[in-house]
């Protein structure tokens, strides 16, 4: 379909908003962002970019703005015991056009660097302080601003607007919204060489980090007994007693956060929609498909949406079409890697002694058995160099498949 002078609202100026922005917009679009914070902002600590949402940011040119605050590794990885023994040892492919790598950062500079973009977009209107307040399949959205209330009409809303969607809850979805129970903590503590690098399945639960700059990224299970009995107390002294009990590394990490508010409690919430679109209504990122982080594909998977969103509204005749095959490309990868993820977050918790016994020693026998890459390539959901290709090609007029 015609992409150029379509009227796109998206709701949520967040890490999947924004590229949908800067996507729909460098393919012609004429794109207003509501955000219902004044001071748009990341919420959140580190995170990790994978080749699939790397694909896309670099094809929209962000590469030098991320890499500038970025630590980058590939090559192995996975999962080993508290005693850093292998659990699970995985290759990065090389999938070409310089997917190759892993990018850890603060959420903060990936925000700042995509948030810098849309502003500099000439087609792309960011009404930061407008909380969306409805929206129906017809395309109209209804907002309150600094300035009142106030209604928009577009060709296509893009619901942006994470687990709690508006968007969501004003169309015909099929929406699943599900907690499960399980909750993590995430923080950047400073300094590096910590010893914590990767993440570690402990008779607490996981617990991980990542090098961002000079500082670390933190993340842990906070299910097991004296590891939530701290977090009710905000006691970051049994806090980080309770981990070195258990991983001295991890002890030494928190004891390195100042304040008990810098800590970052997830609780993890599952959605499932049986739609992706209702109408001129298109889901992506969360509240389409919110998953477990286990496999760090929440953001990316998000990211994807968006380029995948865009691409397929370039290839088909009608905005029907396109959003019938946008949802059909998506789902099902989705859906895969939130099964995996969820897999990954029941085996992680295991906390019984001969349970993790059993775990490991299947684990390890698992590994040596292969299959690896094509577990790693089902996780990507998309070849990361078409995918790069394809939105390079969407600023230039010529998307690919």
């Not at 009404?127 to 009409?153: I, Q």
């Given at each position: 379909?015609?992409?150029d002078?379509?009227?796109?609202?998206?709701?949520?100026?967040?890490?999947?908003?924004?590229?949908?922005?800067?996507?729909?917009?460098?393919?012609?679009a004429?794109?207003?962002v509501?955000?219902?914070?004044?001071?748009?902002?990341?919420?959140?600590?580190?995170?990790?970019?994978?080749?699939?949402?790397?694909?896309?940011?670099?094809?929209?040119?962000?590469?030098?703005?991320?890499?500038?605050?970025?630590?980058?590794?590939?090559?192995?990885?996975?999962?080993?015991?508290?005693?850093?023994?292998?659990?699970?040892?995985?290759?990065?492919?090389?999938?070409?056009?310089?997917?190759?790598?892993?990018?850890?950062?603060?959420?903060?500079?990936?925000?700042?660097?995509?948030?810098?973009?849309?502003?500099?977009?000439p087609?792309?209107?960011?009404?930061?302080?407008?909380?969306?307040?409805?929206?129906?399949?017809?395309?109209?959205?209804?907002?309150?601003g600094?300035?009142?209330?106030?209604?928009?009409?577009?060709?296509?809303?893009?619901?942006?607007?994470?687990?709690?969607?508006?968007?969501?809850?004003?169309?015909?979805?099929?929406?699943?919204?599900?907690?499960?129970?399980?909750?993590?903590?995430?923080?950047?503590?400073?300094?590096?060489?910590?010893?914590?690098?990767g993440?570690?399945?402990?008779?607490?639960?996981?617990?991980?980090g990542?090098?961002?700059?000079?500082?670390?990224?933190?993340?842990?299970?906070?299910?097991?007994?004296?590891?939530?009995?701290?977090?009710?107390?905000?006691?970051?002294?049994?806090?980080?007693?309770?981990?070195?009990?258990?991983?001295?590394?991890?002890?030494?990490?928190?004891?390195?956060?100042?304040?008990?508010?810098?800590?970052?409690?997830?609780?993890?919430?599952?959605?499932?929609?049986?739609?992706?679109?209702?109408?001129?209504?298109?889901?992506?990122?969360?509240?389409?498909?919110?998953?477990?982080?286990?496999?760090?594909?929440?953001?990316?998977?998000?990211?994807?949406?968006?380029?995948?969103?865009?691409?397929?509204?370039?290839?088909?005749?009608?905005?029907?079409?396109?959003?019938?095959?946008?949802?059909?490309?998506?789902?099902?990868?989705?859906?895969?890697?939130?099964?995996?993820?969820?897999?990954?977050?029941?085996?992680?918790?295991?906390?019984?002694?001969?349970?993790?016994?059993?775990?490991?020693?299947?684990?390890?026998?698992?590994?040596?058995?292969g299959?690896?890459?094509?577990?790693v390539?089902?996780?990507?959901?998309?070849?990361?160099?078409?995918?790069?290709?394809?939105?390079?090609?969407?600023?230039?007029?010529?998307?690919?498949?």
């Amino acid at each position: 379909m015609e992409i150029d002078g379509l009227r796109v609202t998206v709701a949520g100026a967040g890490i999947g908003g924004l590229p949908a922005a800067l996507l729909l917009a460098g393919a012609g679009a004429e794109v207003t962002v509501l955000e219902r914070v004044p001071e748009p902002g990341a919420v959140g600590a580190g995170i990790l970019l994978q080749p699939n949402g790397l694909a896309v940011l670099y094809g929209l040119g962000l590469g030098d703005a991320l890499s500038r605050a970025a630590f980058r590794t590939g090559g192995s990885g996975g999962v080993a015991d508290e005693t850093g023994r292998p659990l699970v040892e995985v290759e990065l492919p090389d999938f070409g056009d310089g997917l190759d790598h892993v990018l850890a950062l603060h959420r903060a500079h990936l925000h700042a660097v995509l948030l810098a973009a849309v502003r500099d977009a000439p087609r792309v209107t960011l009404r930061p302080g407008a909380e969306v307040t409805g929206a129906d399949p017809g395309g109209t959205v209804t907002f309150s601003g600094p300035e009142g209330d106030g209604t928009l009409d577009a060709d296509l809303v893009v619901g942006a607007d994470g687990v709690h969607s508006v968007v969501r809850r004003a169309g015909g979805f099929g929406a699943e919204v599900k907690p499960t129970g399980r909750r993590y903590l995430r923080v950047i503590v400073p300094g590096t060489g910590l010893g914590i690098a990767g993440e570690r399945w402990t008779r607490l639960g996981l617990f991980g980090g990542a090098p961002v700059g000079d500082d670390t990224y933190v993340f842990a299970d906070i299910s097991a007994p004296p590891v939530a009995a701290a977090l009710a107390a905000r006691d970051l002294d049994a806090l980080s007693n309770a981990w070195g009990r258990v991983m001295p590394q991890a002890g030494r990490a928190l004891a390195r956060v100042a304040s008990f508010d810098d800590l970052l409690i997830n609780e993890v919430t599952r959605v499932d929609c049986e739609r992706w679109s209702d109408g001129r209504l298109v889901l992506l990122g969360d509240a389409a498909h919110a998953m477990a982080p286990n496999l760090g594909q929440g953001a990316n998977s998000a990211i994807v949406d968006a380029a995948v969103l865009t691409i397929e509204l370039a290839r088909h005749d009608s905005a029907g079409a396109a959003l019938a095959a946008y949802t059909a490309r998506r789902r099902p990868a989705v859906r895969r890697v939130q099964g995996m993820a969820d897999v990954l977050a029941r085996l992680s918790a295991v906390r019984n002694p001969a349970l993790r016994r059993g775990r490991d020693a299947v684990l390890r026998l698992a590994g040596k058995a292969g299959g690896g890459d094509g577990r790693v390539r089902a996780i990507q959901q998309e070849d990361p160099a078409r995918l790069a290709a394809a939105v390079r090609g969407l600023t230039e007029g010529t998307p690919a498949a």
